[in-house]
Each structure stands twice: as C-alpha cells, then as structure tokens.
C-alpha cells in the first residue's frame, strides 16, 4: 500500500539526501545544507500554503490572504472560514410561507402583589395561619420538598405559597429552576411575561430555597436531578411535587376527643406518612417500598435508594410514559407503592388574583378570573380588614379545577403558553414553538416505551409483560393498520 507523506516528511528526506550525496563526494556540507534546508522549508511552507487555499476555496470558505503564506500563523485565528457556505454557491433563496401569527394574550399579573411593595412586607406576615405553622423545632426527618419550575412564575408561586399555608417548612421547600436560562433569573434580567421568569427575590423573601439544574432537563431527567440532588445532600428521603396544584390542610376536621385542638396540617399528616414507612423498614418488615402517592404523584414520597436500585428514570423517555416505565419496573422489583390521603391537594390550571389570601392576608381575598359568566359580577372591593376564610379558599380552589378540565384532558396543560413575552431578553424562545417541540419529544418518548416494551400504553402489567422482556418483544400492534407507537387509545 502506498504511504501519502505529508510535505515536510519529504523535505527531511530531500535534506537528508543532498547532504548524503555530498559527503560521498567529499564536499564542504555545513553551509550548502543549511541553505539548502532554508530553501527547501521555504518551498514547502508555499506549497502547504497554495494547498490549503485550493481546498478552502474549493469548499467555499474564504482565506484571509495576510496569514495564507504566513510561517507564524497564530492558534485558532488561522483562517476566516464562513462555516455555512458549504455548498453551492448558485443555490436560489426559496420563497418563505409563514404560519399565521399566534392570538395574543392577555399581560400576566403579579399575582402577590405585596411581595413587590418597597419596603417589603415584614417576615412574620408571610407565614402559615396559626393553626398550621410547622413546629419551632424541625422535626428530626428530614423533609426537603422539591418542586419543579420551567414555565409559568404565577402559577409556581402560587403552588409555594399554597403549601407555606398547609403547614410547609419554608426552609424545606426547593425550587428546582429548570429553565435552561443559565442564571438571566437570578441576575433579574428577565421580565413577567417572559414564559422563564422566576423571581429568587421574592423565593427569598418567603424563605424558600432556589437551586438550578446546570441546563433545561427533560421531565425524566428532572426526576434523576432529584435523586443526585438527595445523593448530595444525603436525603434518604425525598417529596417532589408538581407546580400547578393548590393544597389545602383539612382545617373543618375536628377531632371528638380534642374537639378544641386544631387538626393535623398537611405537613404534619406527611410527616407521620414518613415515620411510619420508615419505622416499619427499620422494624424489619420484609415489605420494601418505592414511591408513596397523595393524589396520584401530585405530591410524591421517594425512597431514593429504591428508585437508584431499578436505574432510575429511562431518558430515552422524556415526558408522558417515563412515570409508567419507572412505576412498572419498580411494582416488577417487588416494591410497593402506595396512596393516602394528607390533605386536599387541587390540579389546577389558573391564578388568584392575590396569593396573600392563601396565608390569610388582612385585605386579600379569594378570588381569580377564570373568563366565566360567573366572574363577571364578582365584586373586586375589598374591606382592608377582610380575611379569607378556608371554605372560600377550598370553594375557589375547586372552581378552578373544574375550569382546568372543563374542555377536556387535552387542554389541562394551557397553562404552561399563557406568557408569550420576552422578546429581546436573554435565551428567547418562542413559547409556542417551544411548545410545539415539547409535544413531538412527547411523542417520540411514547414510541420508546412501545419499542421497548412491544406494547402501546401504561397497561404493560396487565398482559403479562415482565422487567426481562425489555427491547426483546415484537410490536402487539400492527404500525401500517393501527398507528405509529405513541398512537392508540392506551396511553
């Protein structure tokens, strides 16, 4: 095979040659071949030169002429290469159809309008209605709550606040910062109407922690975040919970044998959750346990080792189906994972107009404005004495579940496009192509878990799939006569 030298290779064995040649002949070599290599160098470097510029030139790219033939080029700035001209250079620019532009959408409001006053409210306003403040002295478990935040600041503050209110430690509460902003948040250089925003200001001032994933993670790899987060802060146990929900403590329970005695908060109701999960492990009880559900994973206790032992969360499976992928193979492992009841815990897809009501706020009332006939009447006067009360809370709060669902399943995720803002700021996205992107990786994720496991849809154990039989079954759907694999009536 012949070998391809490269022009210096063969300027060393020219010099070498000449200088061979002239000892044979007995002949003075030092002077002859230190011009000769001088004159060789030289040619070379031209001849590397005029090589280079034919390739470039070739390729598209320009040559910035002052460095061709230059011996000293200087690191990374060797040439001024136009990357995106590949190609040729006759190619015709193609008409361009744009899709229709995108309906507006009403300015967000500040949705805790006493957050933002100067000077800020004191501390002791922003805390739990007596009832259901968290003891003075953390409770020996260790209870970090995690919530997830991409899109929509109202709708996560309100979240926060809601679970301050059911008795949350503030200090135990974590916003995850998921918006692949790197830190524009944190330095304030985004604006309300900007999908991304997030105020640490205000997280601070309620005394909430804010952490920040390194880049924007996919719901899977959000839920791995959690697990090296907990591996990091040694948190054998964790609570995650979605942001568009509202929560409540069961504050009308009364009990018959301490009738005069507030009831359990929520907070407190999970704590005991905890204690007796983990005070049956530590008993040795031979039942292992995973996940522990209040409304389904709306509010979610881990056992972290549980969860690392099966692999953690599958992100080859971004979105929708990674929690059936992770559910199953954990149920295939033996563990359980069960489901209480600690509080009232809403899905919900709008905002109050004022978050203060939630902590009972003199002045702050109960209300939100969710485009129905009912609201228009509403009287927006408020008695600066006034303070809501739980039934008022628990009653919006149910309206607006129902409003959240009142088109259907499909449309419970209109939340996540209401700020269509930011234009100009750091990292700008599109919200309604980000949107659009987010609803094909949905897809593409469901047409993994079918591959992986031969069948479309979260029913896998109940038609006798088991953990083994990953990316080892053939399609149980024909894909020309019933859809592709994130199609079908099962997910």
């Known amino acids: 095979m012949r070998r391809h030298l490269s022009t210096q290779a063969r300027h060393r064995r020219l010099v070498l040659a000449v200088a061979a040649l002239l000892l044979f002949l007995r002949l003075p070599t030092c002077s002859l071949v230190t011009a000769l290599s001088r004159s060789v160098t030289q040619w070379a470097d031209e001849h590397d030169a ?25 690191p990374l700035d060797i040439w001024e290469a136009d990357l995106f001209a590949w190609g040729s250079r006759d190619a015709v620019p193609k008409q361009k159809f744009y899709k229709p532009a995108s309906g507006k959408s009403r300015p967000v409001p500040d949705p805790f309008p006493l957050l933002s006053r100067n000077p800020p409210p004191r501390g002791a306003v922003l805390r739990a209605p007596r009832g259901n403040r968290p003891p003075k002295r953390h409770v020996k478990e260790k209870t970090v709550l995690f919530v997830g935040f991409t899109r929509n600041w109202p709708q996560l503050l309100q979240c926060v606040v809601s679970y301050i209110a059911a008795g949350w430690p503030a200090e135990d509460i974590w916003v995850v910062e998921n918006t692949g902003v790197m830190d524009a948040n944190r330095r304030g250089r985004l604006s309300l109407q900007n999908p991304f925003y997030l105020n640490h200001t205000q997280l601070g001032m309620l005394g909430v922690n804010v952490i920040m994933t390194p880049t924007l993670l996919t719901f899977s790899q959000l839920q791995n975040f959690y697990l090296h987060t907990a591996l990091s802060t040694h948190h054998p146990y964790f609570f995650w919970t979605h942001q568009d929900l509202l929560v409540f403590t069961f504050e009308n329970d009364t009990s018959p044998i ?12 999970a704590v005991a959750t905890l204690r007796h999960l ?16 209040f409304a389904y994973d709306h509010l979610t ?8 032992s099966v692999g953690g969360w599958d992100t080859h499976i971004p979105f929708y189906a990674s929690d059936c992928d992770t559910y199953v193979r954990l149920m295939w492992a033996g563990f359980a994972q069960g489901e209480s009841e600690i509080g009232i815990i809403f ?3 709008s905002v109050m107009t004022d ?4 902590l009972r706020i003199r002045g702050a009332k109960a209300r939100v404005d969710l485009g129905l006939d009912d609201d228009d009447g509403e009287d927006n006067k408020v008695d600066k004495g006034y303070v809501e009360t739980w039934t008022g809370l628990v009653e919006t709060a149910a309206r607006m579940e129902e409003a959240k669902y009142a088109h259907g399943n499909a449309w419970r995720n209109t939340w996540q496009v209401k700020q269509r803002g930011g234009q100009g700021e750091p990292f700008y996205r599109d919200a309604d192509g980000f949107e659009k992107g987010v609803k094909m990786w949905i897809d593409a994720g469901r047409s993994v878990f079918a591959e992986k496991w031969g069948h479309r849809g979260c029913d896998v154990a109940n038609v006798g799939i088991k953990g083994e039989d990953a990316w080892r079954l053939e399609r149980d759907w024909d894909e020309e006569t019933e859809g592709l694999g994130f199609q079908g009536s099962s997910w």
């Open 278 to 293: 983990t005070a049956r492990s530590a008993s040795g009880n031979t039942t292992k346990w995973a996940h522990h559900f």
């Open 301 to 308: 206790l881990v056992n972290r080792d549980a969860v690392l």
């Open 50 to 74: 005029f090589l280079a510029q034919s390739v470039f030139r070739r390729r598209g790219w320009r040559v910035r002429a002052s460095q061709a033939s230059s011996s000293q080029q200087e």
């Open 347 to 349: 899905d919900v897809g």
């Open 355 to 358: 978050l203060g009501a939630l």
């Open 258 to 269: 301490h009738p005069h005695q507030p009831p359990p908060s929520l907070y407190a109701n």
